[in-house]
């Protein structure tokens, strides 16, 4: 989970957002308005200009689980069924994976404390310091998410980092990594090029790289 620059907003966003979010707005007050008439109106957003751009900003990763993915989705951070002003809202746009995004993970949850501050991590704060919250640890031949605080662990719980497909996945990266890493220091000039390769942002599980990788 690697807070990541926003892009500029994609020209279909700027054209009609407001429109848009003007006529759900009509559709939705509307009590003869059908199911599929609001979804339809909802569903604008899903444009493939969006789509791509948030594709581009994440370098084809979930912004949750860092997971390379093919046929993502479109999440809205503050969850369009209690936001509905943020449905078309470029900086409420993220790009997830299948995963993360449905119900039994994130679904439409955001979860608040009592003086109404988010508990989730969120990937598109620049600012947000994630070791703060996370602990990244390989340790058994597994690289395991750790929590440290009540936000770490909230946000933990709700994408269950710690998945097992999702584990297995990313200890089989990690490892490779730190392989290539300790090969490397014998001036082992094609490891350090995986290595290089390794820490450019459209790589998996950033946050191991960041930790394990970069300071050296």
């Not at 501050?117 to 919250?133: G, K, M």
């Not at 097992?164 to 089989?172: A, F, G, V, Y």
Request: proline share 3%; charged share 30%.
């Amino acid at each position: 989970m690697i807070p990541v620059e926003r892009i500029e907003k994609p020209l279909i966003l700027t054209k009609y957002a407001d429109q848009w979010l003007k006529t759900l707005k009509e559709i939705k007050a509307n009590p003869n308005s059908t199911k599929q008439q609001i979804n339809n109106a909802i569903n604008k957003y899903n444009h493939k200009e969006i789509r791509q751009a948030l594709i581009t900003m994440f370098n084809g990763k979930c912004a949750y689980c860092e997971r390379k993915i093919e046929r993502g989705r479109i999440e809205h951070f503050k969850p369009k069924s209690h936001y509905i002003d943020l449905t078309f809202d470029w900086n409420n746009f993220l790009y997830s994976c299948e995963v993360c995004n449905d119900k039994g993970h994130k679904g439409d949850k955001f979860p608040i404390d009592n003086n109404g501050n988010q508990l989730l991590i969120n990937p598109r704060d620049e600012n947000c310091d994630v070791y703060q919250h996370l602990e990244f640890v390989y340790q058994d031949k597994l690289a395991t998410v750790k929590t440290k605080d009540q936000q770490g662990d909230i946000t933990e719980d709700i994408f269950k980092l710690n998945r097992i497909d999702l584990k297995e996945h990313r200890s089989k990266k990690v490892k490779h990594l730190l392989t290539m890493f300790n090969i490397a220091k014998d001036d082992n000039r094609e490891a350090m090029q995986i290595l290089k390769e390794s820490c450019q942002l459209d790589s998996e599980y950033m946050t191991f790289t960041l930790f394990y990788i970069i300071p050296y």
